[in-house]
């Protein structure tokens, strides 16, 4: 059974950066698009961006220009690098496929404050 772990989170004062990272056990992590989701207190769950199997990259609006995600298929495992980081990103923050059809369960996820 395939297990998503992300790490990286932590408390960072805005304008700060941080890098998250997901790990992938098992099989499919190579030819799945990847995504980096986030979920802030009392809201659901958004889209951040993804990542193409080959490495092609989209973001939301709100984060592009500020977050860049990358991807290690040799290691299974995606890359979040948030800079420039605002209050508004304070969310926990997970990874999984992209596209909804070939999702696994999803991972604990990291918590990830801005604050001052």
């Known amino acids: 059974q395939v297990q998503l772990v992300e790490s990286g989170g932590g408390l960072v004062q805005p304008g700060g950066s941080l890098r998250l990272s997901c790990a992938v056990s098992g099989s499919g992590f190579r030819l799945r698009a990847m995504g980096w989701y986030r979920q802030a207190p009392g809201k659901e769950r958004e889209w951040v961006g993804s990542i193409g199997a080959l490495g092609s990259t989209n973001y939301a609006d709100s984060v592009k220009g500020r977050f860049t995600i990358s991807r290690d298929n040799a290691k299974s495992s995606a890359y979040l690098q948030m800079n420039s980081l605002k209050p508004e990103d304070t969310a926990v923050y997970y990874c999984?496929?992209?596209?909804?059809?070939?999702?696994?369960?999803w991972g604990q996820g990291t918590q990830v404050t801005v604050s001052s």
């Open positions: 999984n496929a992209a596209s909804r059809e070939y999702r696994w369960n």
